[in-house]
């Protein structure tokens, strides 16, 4: 079993800059892929970064690529996601996950989720 806990979230004018933190325990996160995804209200949740523990490629949807970045740090058993040029589209709350095997944007696909941190930004 992995458990997640999100940090970091906030209000944030738009165009500034946030880092959200996911701190894993239970077991290592060394062989899990890790992503993000958002849910707005009324919404589904989407996609937003992931992660691959088998080669560290990085993945990203057009609406967040060139000014979002997901990193983790195996050693502290963290994974991050660094948001830069913030929207108020980019207003949800954002949730962390692990799953085993490459990297999808499939929610169903992950296995073990956090409970999720909100950001809010202003316009």
């Known amino acids: 079993q992995v458990q997640l806990v999100e940090s970091g979230g906030g209000l944030v004018q738009a165009g500034g800059s946030l880092r959200i933190s996911c701190a894993a325990s239970?077991?290592?996160?060394?062989?899990?892929?890790m992503g993000w995804f958002r849910q707005a209200p009324g919404k589904e949740r989407e996609f937003v970064a992931a992660?691959?523990?088998?080669?560290?490629?990085?993945y990203y949807p057009d609406s967040v690529k060139g000014r979002f970045t997901i990193s983790r740090d195996n050693a502290k058993n963290t994974v991050y996601l660094q948001m830069n040029s913030l929207k108020p589209e980019d207003t949800a709350a954002y949730f962390c996950a692990a799953k085993s095997g490459s990297a999808t944007p499939v929610m169903n696909d992950y296995d073990y989720w956090g409970q999720g941190t909100q950001v809010t930004v202003s316009s």
């Open positions: 992660i691959s523990w088998i080669d560290g490629n990085t």
């Open positions: 239970g077991r290592s996160i060394r062989r899990y892929t």
